[in-house]
């Protein structure tokens, strides 16, 4: 079932380098990864502390009924909640201007995104 799946991204590649735009990948679970499952971010990564915030959180969003919207995050802080990225970002250039600030999509699984080299071989 992996195989098959590894199989679509090379066709969703090329679809998307001969129109002009990225075709959607298929909604399936194996390209999701449950909340749940969400890794930790390592000291010194960009946003680490926000993003580790946001693991720790996201089981109390979803139990309150926020998945759908956008979080924004500042160190361990949450922000706010707003119904679009765009709001959520406009209120964290508001309060944060040149800061760093996390915005995410509030949901209960994440896109696993293959990037090759990085977590699928590189062709040799």
């Known amino acids: 079932m992996k195989q098959e799946r590894a199989d ?3 066709h969703i590649h090329q679809d998307a380098t001969e129109n002009g735009h990225a075709a959607a990948l298929p909604a399936t679970d194996a390209l999701a990864i449950r909340y749940t499952e969400l890794p930790e971010a ?6 680490a502390e926000e993003w580790n915030t946001y693991r720790r959180e996201i089981g109390r969003l979803l139990a309150e009924g926020q998945q759908g919207r956008h979080v924004v995050i500042n160190g361990s802080e949450i922000i706010g909640i707003y119904d679009s990225w765009e709001k959520a970002r406009q209120a964290g250039l508001k309060r944060f ?3 760093p600030f996390f915005v995410h999509s509030i949901r209960d699984r994440e896109p696993y995104l ?11």
């Open 8 to 10: 679509q991204i090379p």
């Open 97 to 99: 201007h040149l800061e």
């Open 42 to 47: 390592k000291a010194g990564e960009p946003l």
């Open 114 to 124: 293959h990037i090759r080299g990085l977590n699928l071989p590189c062709p040799s």
